[in-house]
């Protein structure tokens, strides 16, 4: 048992604190991987500036490379939680009241964004510019009810 | 084993926390929870305005500029460099917690004070950053009228290019959308306070180790604590520098 089991208790079990080798192998591999996304990210942003160089370029394409580099940023994050906090080392219930809150993200990002779209699809009608439209004044279909003059 | 009791232990049937962690810890997790919203709806509030407007400044445009490089265009070449400052201090951190595990005071005070190197730096590059794009003039056709003006919450020089017009060697535009600034500066604005706040939180741990405090506690968890801060602002710049720099 580690010296420093006995300050808290809220601990049931410590993990035992790993060994330096295997934990500096741990360490170099996770910041290799980082700086690789990143490099590869890098790579793929100057592929986009490049496309925006040229006057035709497929807006498509564009937006599967930008997919793709989202994807890689959220591998960076799995990586930062996951080997830098040790959140992978705890036990499942604390995981779970992390992870699973954040997953109102996956709503929050596509209503809002939508929403934006649909904003400037507003924005590109006459709507707000044009005349408010005359108030149609509709007679009352059965404006001669009996008894009413 | 840890893995064996795991899974042999009953984690709700009372008696113990369910999850087998220190109070400060997880109150730090929470902490770091509700700020990932709060980051999260300033990116979202970024997107969706991006998202309603016709034009947005292409970043590879704006940020393009290396110190003492001059004029050169060298798209994302600054921000890679601060992003790879934040991560290699991110790498210190660990350091410095493994350190603490082990109960080797030498060693975490050598690894802290490397990450505190590491935050001072990235708040150097930002304040570079910052004062280019505030103080770095650029024709702008305003009413009729060419006017160099710089990027703030109330200006931005980015806009479209007016076609064949240029004004001194460069290039005249349009203004761009105003959000533009506000967004950059005040989401870059809120991490690097975030960076500035770990920095001061890591140079009190690192005062707190030379003083012997941890030793005499007899474990260094305040160092844990300090550390899942300090990442968690490196998890934010990793979106930040998505957001911004390249989509």
Redesign the interface.
């Known amino acids: 048992m580690?010296?420093?089991n006995?300050?808290?208790?809220?601990?049931?079990?410590?993990?035992?604190?790993?060994p330096?080798g295997a934990?500096m192998k741990k360490?170099l591999r996770t910041?290799v991987i980082?700086?690789v996304i990143?490099l590869i990210?890098?790579a793929?942003?100057?592929v986009?500036?490049f496309m925006?160089k040229n006057p035709d370029h497929s807006t498509a394409l564009i937006l599967f490379i930008?997919g793709v580099?989202?994807i890689l940023?959220l591998a960076?994050?799995f990586y930062?939680?996951g080997v830098?906090?040790h959140l992978g080392d705890?036990?499942?219930?604390?995981i779970m009241?992390?992870v699973v809150?954040?997953l109102?993200?996956v709503w929050?990002?596509a209503a809002?964004?939508w929403?934006?779209?649909a904003?400037?699809n507003l924005?590109?009608t006459d709507a707000g510019h044009r005349p408010y439209p005359e108030k149609q004044i509709v007679a009352p279909k059965d404006a001669k009810k009996p008894g009413i003059e | 084993m840890?893995t064996a009791?795991?899974a042999d232990?009953k984690?709700w049937g009372g008696g113990?926390?369910?999850?087998?962690?220190?109070?400060g810890k997880?109150m730090m997790?929470?902490f770091l929870?509700s700020d990932?919203?709060t980051f999260?709806?300033f990116l979202?509030?970024y997107?969706?305005?991006?998202?309603?407007?016709?034009y947005w400044p292409?970043p590879?445009h704006v940020f393009n500029a290396f110190p003492f490089a001059g004029h050169a265009n060298l798209?994302?070449a600054f921000v890679?460099l601060m992003?790879?400052i934040l991560?290699?201090s991110?790498?210190t951190?660990?350091?410095a917690v493994?350190a603490g595990?082990?109960?080797d005071k030498k060693a975490v005070i050598k690894w802290m004070a490397w990450t505190i190197v590491g935050g001072i730096a990235f708040l150097g590059c930002q304040a570079w950053e910052w004062t280019h794009l505030i103080t770095g003039h650029h024709p702008v056709l305003i009413d009729g009228v060419v006017s160099e003006i710089g990027t703030t919450v109330s200006r931005n020089p980015w806009g479209p290019e007016v076609p064949g017009m240029m004004h001194d060697g460069m290039a005249v535009s349009k203004t761009g959308p105003v959000a533009f600034g506000g967004y950059f500066f005040g989401i870059t604005g809120f991490h690097g306070f975030h960076v500035l706040s770990g920095v001061v939180i890591n140079i009190i741990m690192l005062i707190m180790t030379i003083n012997g405090v941890f030793d005499r506690?007899?474990?260094?968890?305040m160092i844990e604590k300090a550390?899942?801060y300090w990442?968690?602002v490196?998890?934010v710049w990793?979106?930040v520098?998505?957001c911004f720099?390249?989509?």
């Open positions: 580690h010296q420093s006995t300050h808290s208790p809220e601990v049931t079990f410590h993990h035992e604190p790993a330096a934990f360490v910041t980082l700086s990143t990210e890098l793929l942003g100057f986009i500036y925006h930008k580099i989202v940023s960076k994050a930062i939680v830098f906090m705890e036990v499942r219930n604390l009241t992390i809150p954040l109102l993200f929050f990002i809002f964004l929403d934006g779209n904003w400037k924005r590109n | 840890a009791a795991t232990t984690w113990r926390s369910p999850f087998n962690v220190e109070y997880l997790w929470y929870m990932a919203f999260g709806a979202i509030s997107g969706t305005i991006r998202f309603s407007q016709n292409d590879n798209p994302l890679s992003t790879f991560i290699i991110s790498v951190m660990v350091l493994h595990h082990h109960m506690k007899g474990h260094y968890q550390g899942l990442h968690f490196d998890l990793v979106f520098f998505l720099y390249l989509l």
